[in-house]
């Protein structure tokens, strides 16, 4: 299966945003700035993935699978920051740029990466 940056970049903010294990359509759609037609759209590509379930009435839950690959984006997310503002960028620059590099790093490199966090304290 052909898991993308975008289904990844949807995953996490599922996580993230949601309440009694599930998200509302219209709070992923302000999480991420867009639309609701364009959540439906990316929900149904999920759903045929095995990744989210989706209710009629906009109630979006992770499946084992999806909760997974969110966690691991997430983890990715929080250690790619850790890393850049560590070696000195800022916040903002940190929190795009990591969004973008998540999701190609293999996890040898990540390793190295939290090896390099931890020992120098940050």
Request: charged letters at 30%.
């Amino acid at each position: 299966m052909n898991i993308t940056k975008s289904n990844e970049d949807y995953l996490e903010a599922i996580l993230s945003c949601e309440k009694d294990g599930c998200c509302k359509s219209v709070d992923l759609a302000n999480a991420l700035g867009i639309s609701k037609p364009a959540v439906s759209m990316a929900m149904n590509e999920m759903m045929a993935k095995g990744l989210v379930t989706k209710s009629a009435y906009g109630k979006i839950c992770l499946t084992e699978k999806g909760r997974d690959i969110a966690r691991q984006t997430h983890v990715k997310h929080t250690l790619l920051k850790r890393f850049l503002v560590g070696i000195g960028a800022n916040e903002q620059n940190a929190e795009e740029e990591c969004c973008k590099i998540e999701h190609i790093l293999s996890d040898d490199t990540l390793e190295c990466i939290a090896r390099f966090c931890d020992k120098n304290g940050f």
